[in-house]
């Protein structure tokens, strides 16, 4: 679906100096929209911001919200700003619930005050917890194992009551694993720190690291590695794309997936990194991690059915293919 008609529409996006934000941000200035970026910078990087306009400041700031929404004709917000590394969230889940929950309420309190009333949220498969089916549908049962995941979740919630009492309306993106990097080489993947597989073999093969962990061979699976479910980032970027213009056109709001429907194993990542990048990529077997699935991966029917998604990046080596490009010519991420 075209952007005609909603052309120039402002548009908040929280976090968008972050890897998936910034992404978004490029997509939404190519079909017809202008990006309006708040990000704090604490995982985010200035130098990601090639479109729309800069706030430097956080979603718990009601008073910068207010002045941003008073000088900005605002049609819809989109929130990236939940941090979202798992193993902190656990041994600091006070940090995770104070950002994640609470800044996100302050957010929509702004919004309300405001009356926008359009809301995109980047959820995820974290709210499901341990999968009892393979692929996982939305009907799923939502029981997270840990912090992050329970902060997304009752943000879930939070917006299933917000809709009821004050018709504020959401589409809540529950994503697996994001992937690969901007086609064009001008944006990518840079977390510090980083536990991304993708840029993690990637760097392996740059010589940054000597050599690409595997958590545990000895899985019930078809190579004996964990098996995951990764989404190229622009594919990403185009669900949210078409959420926006759902919520944009009147019709209901919603909860969908973003899963490709099959997954690949790790070692099925390393061999096809090895492949595209002609490097060696040493591996090394290590013992398994706490909490570690052996599957995970979504179905995306619904998203594909209702939003009209249609993933362009689909094969391993073409996800791959963008991030190397990107790792290649920024070695060192924005600081390059």
């Not at 704090?40 to 479109?51: D, P, T």
């Not at 996982?136 to 329970?150: D, F, K, L, V």
Request: glycine share 10%.
């Amino acid at each position: 679906m075209s952007a005609e008609g909603f052309e120039m529409k402002n548009i908040l996006v929280v976090g968008g100096a972050g890897y998936i934000g910034s992404h978004m941000c490029k997509y939404l200035a190519k079909n017809g929209y202008h990006p309006i970026v708040l990000d704090n910078l604490v995982y985010g990087h200035r130098e990601a911001v090639k479109w729309g306009h800069f706030i430097e400041g956080s979603m718990d700031d009601s008073e910068l919200l207010r002045q941003v929404f008073s000088e900005h004709e605002i049609s819809a917000v989109m929130h990236f700003a939940a941090f979202c590394y798992v193993g902190e969230s656990v041994e600091k889940p006070l940090r995770y619930y104070q950002n994640n929950v609470a800044a996100t309420i302050k957010l929509l309190e702004v919004m309300l005050e405001k009356n926008v009333s359009n809301f995109i949220f980047s959820s995820s498969c974290a709210t499901y917890g341990e999968p009892f089916e393979i692929p996982m549908t939305e009907s799923h049962p939502q029981h997270p194992i840990n912090p992050y995941g329970r902060t997304k979740l009752m943000v879930e919630q939070v917006l299933d009551d917000f809709e009821a009492a004050y018709g504020l309306r959401s589409v809540c993106l529950r994503y697996f694993n994001a992937a690969g990097a901007d086609p064009d080489g001008e944006i990518g993947e840079d977390h510090r720190p980083e536990t991304h597989l993708f840029p993690l073999v990637l760097q392996t093969a740059l010589g940054q690291r000597d050599v690409i962990q595997i958590f545990g061979d000895d899985y019930p699976t078809k190579d004996g590695t964990c098996i995951r479910d990764y989404i190229h980032v622009n594919d990403l970027a185009q669900a949210h794309l078409l959420a926006l213009e759902r919520l944009l056109n009147g019709l209901p709001g919603g909860k969908y997936n973003l899963g490709n429907g099959d997954g690949y194993s790790v070692r099925e990542v390393i061999e096809a990194a090895r492949n595209v990048t002609g490097k060696e990529i040493p591996s090394k077997v290590c013992d398994r991690r706490a909490g570690d699935p052996a599957v995970l991966v979504g179905s995306s029917e619904k998203a594909i059915a209702e939003l009209g998604w249609k993933p362009q990046f689909s094969e391993l080596h073409a996800i791959i293919k963008t991030a190397w490009r990107w790792h290649g010519d920024h070695p060192d991420g924005y600081q390059s």
